[in-house]
């Protein structure tokens, strides 16, 4: 019954390597994020979907790129990681593209590139 | 942009004392402004959030208040006990996104 999941939950590699982050949320909402925290905990938001459709995309690298296939799904894929991609990553839902809808956070993905 | 200030970093009481925590935000139009708890290796979960039309909203032990002239909002938790020891963020909205200030790390000693 959990509300919103990601996979996987750690996740070690190289630099130069491609990965990806799953998330996926049961709550039926429209909207979902990813956002990246930093080794200093600042929770920042990268991008945000509103019903398969893109629509908040901060200044991230475009090694970083987003797919949603429905709703209900949004994944994070990641080209050429390096260092400075290390975080935990934490994927969001709410029930509406306004932000003054109460988020759920996955449980968050850390990365570490070495 | 929006930007929003927290302080302090940490906070480090005694169980039984109170804690407060401030944040000041840079954009007028911002209009909800939500507290997340983060323990240590878990997601971030709402605690208690205001709106832009209210001054004070209380919920037990916890209770935010928010003075929109001075762009100030403050968490504070009353009776501390050791379980509240975590980070909270506090952040700010005004149309499509949530910005968070920096963190408090509050620790409550037995």
């Known amino acids: 019954d959990t509300a919103v999941s990601q996979t996987p939950k750690y996740l070690v590699t190289q630099m130069g390597n491609d990965k990806s982050i799953k998330c996926e949320q049961n709550l039926g909402h429209d909207t979902m994020y990813w956002y990246k925290q930093d080794s200093k905990k600042f929770l920042k938001i990268m991008f945000s979907y509103n019903n398969k459709e893109l629509i908040i995309n901060e200044t991230v690298p475009n090694r970083f790129s987003p797919k949603s296939p429905d709703k209900a799904h949004l994944n994070l894929h990641i080209n050429s990681l390096e260092l400075g991609d290390s975080a935990v990553y934490f994927c969001a839902s709410s029930p509406g593209p306004r932000s003054s809808y109460e988020q759920y956070f996955g449980p968050g993905t850390r990365l570490t590139v070495t | 942009g929006e930007n929003v200030e927290q302080h302090p970093s940490t906070l480090s009481v005694q169980e039984g004392d109170s804690a407060v925590i401030k944040c000041t935000y840079s954009d007028s139009a911002s209009n909800y402004f939500p507290w997340y708890k983060q323990e240590l290796g878990k997601r971030p979960q709402l605690i208690i959030d205001?709106?832009?039309?209210?001054g004070e909203k209380k919920d037990q032990r916890i209770a935010v208040t928010l003075n929109k002239t001075a762009k100030h909002f403050s968490l504070h938790i009353t009776e501390t006990q050791p379980e509240d020891s975590a980070v909270y963020f506090c952040a700010a909205s005004a149309t499509d996104k949530l910005i968070f200030g920096t963190g408090t790390r509050l620790q409550v000693f037995p």
């Open positions: 205001i709106r832009s039309n209210v």
